[in-house]
């Protein structure tokens, strides 16, 4: 069975940071694209961050840019979210998710999904 668990959400004050991880099991993704997503309360979810297989292409949401940085650690059959300098309409469930293809592009489908972890940026 394949699944997605991200940790390391939070409390956290403005212009602070935090570190989320996606642990994946019950398969390895490291020829997979992966990706953040995040939902706000009252709005749809929203793409944040992928990154390709091999790690030498990102995206990002032009409100994250230069904010967060996404990663991946095949070894560990892990990616991050490093998201610095946070704003309270970073506040947000985020979830992990894995596309079946290796490369990113904007719209592109993702296939596995994990249950999400809650990021509140206090004011």
């Known amino acids: 069975q394949v699944q997605l668990v991200e940790s390391g959400g939070g409390l956290v004050q403005a212009g602070g940071s935090l570190r989320l991880s996606c642990a994946a099991s019950g398969r390895t993704f490291s020829r997979n694209a992966m990706a953040w997503f995040r939902q706000a309360p009252g709005k749809e979810r929203e793409f944040v961050a992928a990154i390709s297989w091999s790690g030498g292409n990102t995206l990002y949401v032009d409100s994250v840019k230069g904010r967060f940085t996404i990663s991946r650690e095949d070894a560990k059959n892990t990616v991050a979210l490093q998201m610095n300098s946070l704003k309270p309409e970073d506040t947000a469930v985020y979830f992990c998710?894995?596309?079946?293809?290796?490369?990113?592009?904007?719209?592109?489908?993702?296939?596995?999904w994990g249950q999400g972890t809650q990021v509140t940026v206090s004011s």
């Open positions: 998710a894995a596309s079946q293809v290796g490369f990113v592009l904007k719209g592109m489908q993702y296939d596995y």
